[in-house]
């Protein structure tokens, strides 16, 4: 039941960062990267503040100098992670980038075994591994779509990204154990915002905020990334972090079936595949 739970916060993941994907391209086009990006992580920081407030967070601040290096190594990636996931979406297609940026899940999980002791064994070890097969399918898949792309950096950027949140979810997840998952959520976007701040300044970036009619897009930005985040610190608690990536990841099937139903990106046979793959890789991690 404990494991059955983690997954299911891992999905509910999923879903929040489908629609945060979309948010996220929609927002960055509207403002530009650098606004987009601060304002949403603004609006995300205060709210799972108060949420956290209102829900007996932070439950102990007791992690001493482990807490002060977790939480440095979530803020530092998040920047890295955020910057280029905004940039990528901004100038490429959904079915090119988001596909490319949840190979996260494979950082995070090669994190989590080598460094955090994680084991895993049976049925969900199986269907981990069928999730991260078609994770990559769907990656691979789409490679043909590069030609696409406006800028050569939005090729590269999604690959930032990767790396950036494969390394920042499983130190937020270990912030979380300390803080819980919303209190945890808030300090690391309000240290993005810290860090960012000041480069964006020194290098004159409009920081500005939003005007009045693009708030719902930021603010519906800043729920969807909010949500997943406190989502999969939650299944943490519940599911190693071999299991959470990868069920977490999904949210790449679910943004190229929907950028192929709505927005009428034709994704290759391959990538079409590796998603089916993925979804029957829960499948079997919920057994």
């Avoid at 937020?172 to 240290?191: D, E, F, I, K, M």
């Avoid at 939650?234 to 990868?246: D, M, Q």
Wanted: glycine share 10%.
């Amino acid at each position: 039941m404990t494991l059955t739970l983690g997954i299911a916060l891992a999905l509910a993941t999923s879903v929040c960062w489908l629609f945060g994907n979309v948010l996220v391209q929609k927002s960055s086009r509207a403002l530009g990267t650098p606004r987009a990006t601060l304002w949403a992580l603004v609006v995300g920081a205060a709210a799972s503040a108060v949420a956290a407030l209102a829900a007996g967070e932070p439950r102990t601040l007791d992690g001493g100098g482990a807490l002060a290096g977790w939480a440095a190594l979530a803020g530092g990636t998040g920047l890295l992670a955020y910057a280029a996931l905004f940039y990528a979406l901004e100038h490429a297609p959904l079915s090119l980038a988001v596909p490319v940026v949840s190979s996260w899940s494979l950082v995070a999980a090669l994190l989590s075994l080598t460094v955090l002791g994680e084991r895993l064994g049976g049925l969900p070890l199986v269907g981990a591994g069928v999730v991260f097969a078609g994770v990559l399918l769907v990656a691979f898949g789409t490679r043909g779509s590069e030609r696409r792309a406006s800028h050569r950096l939005a090729l590269v950027a999604p690959f930032a990204a990767a790396l950036g949140f494969g390394l920042m979810i499983p130190a937020l997840t270990r912030v979380a154990a300390w803080l819980g998952p919303l209190a945890a959520t808030s300090l690391v976007y309000l240290l993005i915002v810290a860090l960012g701040l000041p480069l964006a300044l020194a290098f004159r970036i409009d920081v500005r905020p939003p005007p009045r009619q693009a708030w719902p897009l930021v603010l519906g930005t800043a729920a969807a990334e909010t949500l997943g985040f406190v989502c999969v610190a939650a299944a943490r608690r519940f599911a190693p972090l071999t299991v959470v990536t990868p069920v977490s990841s999904l949210a790449a099937t679910l943004t190229v079936l929907y950028a192929w139903l709505v927005l009428g990106e034709r994704p290759p046979r391959v990538a079409a595949v590796g998603a089916a793959l993925a979804c029957a890789g829960v499948v079997v991690l919920s057994l």
